[in-house]
């Protein structure tokens, strides 16, 4: 009997052929294959080229093309004679890009395969894309069908974003402008891909994933990890939602996006990939101590020797507002200062510069506007006599709609000065019915013409009461800046207008101001007595007598 030598090597070979033939080799003639090309969607005049391929997923030479004919990325071809049911669809063209909400400015190329023996609807997409090495070395060494080797690359690309859900639907079948928590899946991972990069950038990132996963499912790269995790903390999705919905409406769709900003938070919170665009705040600047990084509860102000403010002494210091933004973070902080008084001598401001800019000063926001490097911009606080001031800083990074860092502390003058020891009576921008002498100083005068001021610094545990005698009626206005007397007394029997004010320093020094002026219609006699009492003296501790015109 002769030996059939051939016979073994035919067994051996057996399980592998069908693997193949189980799938899809008989001729088939497809009528309409259609389906979506979307990063976000491709544009109108985008190229689609189908190509057939054997089981072993090699091109057999037989093209379909065809392009995308509207701006929601659809295609279709007709009748198509194919021997095999595998195919591999390939786009080129320009697409919108969710993230920036623009055109994009250069092509891109996507590409998936698919057995269009079982549907002829086949979207192109980033997930189909990155699928389709991982797709073929299965298929060449692992003895899998072509759908368990398609599920499997599937599940592999999901988990890099710790993705777990097992039953998503094949990558070919999902749509960013449906609903479904599968399509936003998809969305979440286009926009985590595309971030700020170009297309060139978007280009080299998939390649560099596809051959990094290609062998074995998962991504080794650590410099890839990191990038995935940067984009993905540093990306707006408040933009990417708004983005999608105004392009389809400006397509004559209303579509809302999946809620993708759950994968891409899940990702955010328990990858093992590191996040290494981490803005640092270095605890000094070129201007001083950096007040984003010191600790400090209590900053203490030294006193400025060579400046005072009616008398009262000024307490100043220069700071640092120092960050290290690395390229494509985002820094913006709000700064409150409270006073415990109305002088306009305590206060905060910001410098800003080429490093940091101003994105409403009246509410004391500000942003870093330079990025790689640490910068700075010079804060100079100021506060004036015995105040205090309240200090809140509030950073926002990347975005964000809470602070990711809060620093409150208290601002005062180094208390190692000698503190007033008596009222002071001053003039401000008007004369002082206080005051001996005019707003610029000089001589006495007994005269004063139309608004006037009343005004006393009165320092820690001190009090005083003033009263104005005056035969025609004296208006009284509030002040800007100042602290406004407690009116305690007033009576006018119609010839004779009698007003008392008091004021008393209980824990700070205070400026306490009033703008008055007599009315005129209300009597010829210019003559006003203004009695000073300090300190609860029962009876006058000066006395004018003036006119007051």
């Avoid at 139309?450 to 208006?475: D, L, N, Q």
């Avoid at 407690?486 to 400026?511: H, L, M, P, R």
Wanted: net charge negative; with cysteine; aromatic share 10%.
């Amino acid at each position: 009997m002769k030996k059939n030598y051939l016979l073994p090597f035919f067994l051996l070979a057996l399980p592998f052929l069908n693997a193949c033939n189980k799938d899809s080799e008989a001729p088939i003639n497809i009528a309409v294959l259609n389906g979506y090309v979307q990063k976000g969607p491709f544009i109108i005049g985008t190229n689609i080229t189908v190509s057939e391929l054997n089981h072993n997923l090699s091109q057999t030479g037989k093209t379909f093309t065809a392009s995308i004919r509207n701006d929601e990325g659809a295609f279709s071809l007709q009748d198509l004679k194919l021997s095999s049911g595998y195919v591999e669809l390939r786009a080129n063209g320009y697409y919108f890009n969710e993230v920036s909400g623009k055109l994009s400015s250069a092509p891109l190329t996507l590409s998936a395969i698919a057995d269009v023996s079982r549907s002829a609807s086949i979207n192109v997409n980033l997930l189909t894309h990155l699928e389709k090495s991982r797709v073929e070395h299965l298929l060449s060494g692992d003895r899998l069908s072509f759908d368990e080797a398609k599920k499997k690359a599937q599940q592999e690309l999901l988990s890099l974003f710790n993705i777990t859900k097992s039953d998503v639907i094949s990558s070919e079948k999902l749509n960013i402008a449906e609903a479904g928590e599968d399509n936003a899946i998809l969305l979440a991972i286009s926009a985590i891909l595309q971030s700020k990069r170009t297309e060139s950038e978007l280009t080299e990132l998939l390649s560099r994933i596809s051959l990094d996963i290609e062998a074995d499912g998962t991504l080794d790269n650590e410099t890839l990890q990191s990038e995935l995790i940067n984009e993905a903390v540093l990306l707006d999705q408040k933009a990417v939602r708004e983005n999608v919905a105004r392009r389809y409406s400006q397509l004559g769709l209303n579509v809302t996006a999946g809620d993708f900003e759950k994968h891409v938070n899940n990702f955010i919170s328990n990858t093992a990939f590191v996040f290494n665009k981490k803005v640092e705040y270095p605890l000094t600047g070129n201007y001083g101590k950096n007040i984003l990084a010191d600790t400090a509860s209590i900053i203490i102000l030294p006193r400025a020797d060579d400046y005072h403010w009616y008398g009262f002494p000024i307490f100043r210091n220069t700071f640092s507002l120092s960050a290290n933004a690395p390229s494509g973070t985002n820094v913006r902080i709000k700064m409150t200062y409270e006073t415990n008084s109305n002088n306009p001598m305590s206060r905060m401001d910001i410098q800003t510069n080429s490093h940091w800019s101003s994105i409403d000063n009246t509410v004391g926001e500000y942003q870093i506007t330079r990025f790689g490097e640490t910068v700075s911009s010079a804060v100079k606080m100021e506060i004036n006599g015995g105040d205090t001031a309240r200090v809140k800083i509030e950073v926002f990074e990347n975005g964000s709609s809470l602070p990711n860092r809060v620093r409150n502390f208290i601002v005062v003058g180094d208390r190692t000065f000698s503190p007033l020891d008596k009222i002071l009576y001053f003039a401000h921008n008007e004369s002082n019915i206080l005051d001996q002498n005019t707003i610029h100083g000089g001589t006495e005068t007994k005269t004063f013409y139309g608004e006037s001021g009343m005004s006393a610094a009165i320092p820690f545990v001190h009090k005083i009461k003033v009263r104005i005698t005056s035969k025609r009626k004296i208006a009284v206005s509030d002040n800007d800046y100042f602290f406004t007397w407690n009116k305690t007394f007033y009576s006018y029997d119609g010839s004779v207008e009698v007003q008392e004010y008091e004021f008393e320093a209980t824990n700070q020094v205070v400026i306490v101001n009033q703008k008055m002026r007599p009315l005129l219609e209300t009597g010829d006699d210019s003559s006003v007595r203004v009695e000073i009492f300090e300190d609860g003296a029962s009876v006058p501790t000066r006395i004018k007598d003036i006119n007051w015109y």
